[in-house]
């Protein structure tokens, strides 16, 4: 018969506690991030962007502030209808790919409406925000299958696609689809 004591016994149990911790992190499904080179997701596409990297406007951010990231994050901003630099609507002539002072007042004023930190970089705090307005349209959200969604903001809408590797894509302003990568810039 073992005799425990009570820091025994809290020992054991942060020891389980632990463990259960290392085990749920285990099977969580791996998240998405700029190394992997995509805006990219898995399974149900809630939540998709919440794990992706930052991006910003200046040299700090290089070289990740001139991607089709980029551009789909302006995508977003035409969709919102965010207030740029100069007090007009951010339109489609906006939508470049290059992370530059009017795309971060835009992402400023974006961020003050949702209410979020409005720091102007896009985070998984700002990504994830927008994930919330993507809608289901057709197909599927098993790995491996094609799921076509629609962005639906407050001015815009406009349809965006996650293949079946599971990286995300939309057009640009001249009909053409573009993947949302992040080392790379096809959108100018």
């Given at each position: 018969m073992r005799n425990w004591t009570i820091g025994g016994r809290l020992s054991a149990a942060a020891i389980s506690i632990l463990a259960l911790g290392t085990l749920a992190v285990g099977v969580t499904p791996a998240s998405a991030a700029m190394s992997d080179g995509y805006v990219r997701g898995y399974d149900t596409y809630?939540?998709?962007?919440?794990d992706e990297g930052e991006f910003g406007h200046g040299v700090y951010w290089y070289p990740y502030n001139s991607t089709n990231a980029v551009c789909l994050w302006q995508k977003i901003l035409w969709a919102e209808g965010a207030e740029e630099s100069d007090h007009s609507t951010f339109d489609q002539a906006d939508i470049d790919g290059h992370f530059g002072a009017n795309t971060q007042y835009a992402t400023e004023t974006l961020q003050a409406r949702w209410r979020l930190d409005h720091d102007g970089v896009v985070g998984p705090l700002t990504f994830g925000r927008a994930d919330d307005n993507l809608r289901y349209v057709s197909g599927s959200d098993d790995?491996?299958?094609v799921l076509n969604l629609t962005y639906r903001g407050r001015d815009w809408s406009f349809s965006a696609r996650?293949?079946?590797?599971?990286?995300y894509s939309f057009y640009d302003g001249n009909g053409t689809r573009r993947n949302a990568g992040y080392d790379y810039?096809?959108?100018?």
């Amino acid at each position: 018969m073992r005799n425990w004591t009570i820091g025994g016994r809290l020992s054991a149990a942060a020891i389980s506690i632990l463990a259960l911790g290392t085990l749920a992190v285990g099977v969580t499904p791996a998240s998405a991030a700029m190394s992997d080179g995509y805006v990219r997701g898995y399974d149900t596409y809630v939540g998709d962007w919440g794990d992706e990297g930052e991006f910003g406007h200046g040299v700090y951010w290089y070289p990740y502030n001139s991607t089709n990231a980029v551009c789909l994050w302006q995508k977003i901003l035409w969709a919102e209808g965010a207030e740029e630099s100069d007090h007009s609507t951010f339109d489609q002539a906006d939508i470049d790919g290059h992370f530059g002072a009017n795309t971060q007042y835009a992402t400023e004023t974006l961020q003050a409406r949702w209410r979020l930190d409005h720091d102007g970089v896009v985070g998984p705090l700002t990504f994830g925000r927008a994930d919330d307005n993507l809608r289901y349209v057709s197909g599927s959200d098993d790995r491996g299958e094609v799921l076509n969604l629609t962005y639906r903001g407050r001015d815009w809408s406009f349809s965006a696609r996650r293949d079946s590797s599971g990286i995300y894509s939309f057009y640009d302003g001249n009909g053409t689809r573009r993947n949302a990568g992040y080392d790379y810039n096809s959108c100018d």
